[in-house]
């Protein structure tokens, strides 16, 4: 079973940029479709972007609208979330998933603990 850490949350001011890191144990990363997801106290978890295990498709959550993009390098068994234009509404815990099959990306299947993003406005 894989084991995911994500890394590279923190604060950052409107209109800053964040890129999270999303690494990967125990199976290498290649053998996943990895997506990220957020969570607000309280609200449900979103799909903000995922990408295939070959890297050649990626999705994104409507709410993305072009600043998120999701990217790998599986010799690095790790996938990275690059966020721009940040906005207070992004303020969330973002999770990295992985997915066995490239069809449930958007659902995933192993979860890391997350790790806490703030944009201040």
């Known amino acids: 079973q894989v084991q995911l850490v994500e890394s590279g949350g923190g604060l950052v001011q409107t209109g800053g940029s964040l890129t999270l890191s999303c690494t990967a144990s125990g199976r290498p990363l290649s053998m996943y479709a990895m997506a990220w997801f957020r969570q607000v106290a309280g609200a449900e978890r979103e799909f903000a972007a995922g990408?295939?295990?070959?890297?050649?498709?990626?999705y994104y959550g409507s709410f993305t609208e072009g600043r998120f993009t999701i990217t790998r390098d599986n010799a690095k068994n790790t996938a990275f979330l690059q966020m721009r234009n940040l906005k207070p509404e992004d303020t969330a815990v973002y999770y990295c998933?992985?997915?066995?099959?490239?069809?449930?990306?958007?659902?995933?299947?192993?979860w890391g603990r997350g790790t806490q993003v703030t944009v201040s406005s």
């Open positions: 998933a992985a997915s066995e099959t490239d069809t449930n990306v958007e659902f995933g299947d192993y």
């Open positions: 990408i295939t295990r070959s890297g050649s498709t990626s």
